[in-house]
């Protein structure tokens, strides 16, 4: 079947650190892959996606490239803000369904 | 910037009773979509719903949950009879047709007594 794993968190650095949140997935077909972010008390945004293996998806100065060989897509940026204190959750759509398959969620808390 | 609205934020009822969750997609999205997380879990896919019916639902939408498109802006979702496993929190998803990118409600926390 198709899923998702996420690294557990929550995950807390300090202003301009590295950020890394792993996501692997495992799928019967050749899936898209995506990353959204939950900020406080609101829905579920795209951040960012890839299609097919070796793209790499791009947004606000994150970044994931999509990893067949690995089946990773893990979640990038270089120098994090407090504003990116937020829940991550990393997800497929497999060829042929519509349904997203999500991951359990990342939570990102940068502090000043 | 268009945006999928859900009301109620919070619901709050007793097990056994019927609740209603209401979604309004955005406007020229055709596909609709309902996810659900439990506290500290996966969010986890329902249903979608296109050209007026039900195109796939996973294991968890049994004959207790119903969705109707009742015109033409509102996507609901019909629990009939509530169980303390159902408190989770709802969302609603819309796309257009030939993009992969679905946007989501702010959701609604269901909270069964």
């Known amino acids: 079947g198709n899923s998702v794993t996420q690294m557990e968190g929550p995950v807390t650095l300090s202003e301009e650190a590295f950020l890394t949140i792993n996501c692997t997935y495992t799928?019967?077909?050749?899936?898209?892959l995506f990353w959204y972010v939950q900020y406080p008390g609101e829905g579920l945004q795209l951040l960012l996606k890839?299609?097919?293996?070796?793209d790499k998806g791009s947004n606000k100065g994150f970044e994931a490239t999509y990893r067949k060989e690995t089946t990773s897509f893990h979640l990038e940026k270089g120098s994090v803000q407090v504003s990116d204190s937020a829940v991550y959750f990393c997800?497929?759509?497999?060829?042929?369904?519509?349904?997203?398959?999500f991951g359990t969620g990342t939570r990102l808390l940068v502090s000043p | 910037e268009p945006e999928v609205t859900q009301t109620p934020s919070h619901q709050v009822t007793q097990m056994g009773q019927e609740v209603i969750l209401r979604c309004v997609p955005i406007?020229?999205?055709?596909?609709f979509y309902w996810y659900r997380q439990i506290l500290g879990q996966k969010v986890e896919f329902l249903v979608s719903?296109?050209?007026?019916?039900?195109?796939?639902k996973s294991e968890i939408f049994d004959d207790q949950f119903s969705v109707e498109r009742p015109d033409g802006s509102n996507f609901t979702l019909k629990i009939r009879s509530t169980k303390l496993e159902d408190s989770a929190m709802y969302f609603c998803a819309s796309n257009q047709r030939g993009s992969e990118t679905q946007y989501f409600g702010p959701g609604t926390r269901l909270l069964v007594l």
């Open positions: 890839a299609t097919k293996a070796d």
């Open positions: 997800a497929l759509r497999n060829t042929g369904f519509q349904k997203l398959v």
């Open positions: 719903f296109y050209n007026n019916e039900i195109s796939e």
């Open positions: 406007s020229n999205h055709l596909y």
């Open positions: 799928a019967t077909g050749y899936p898209s």
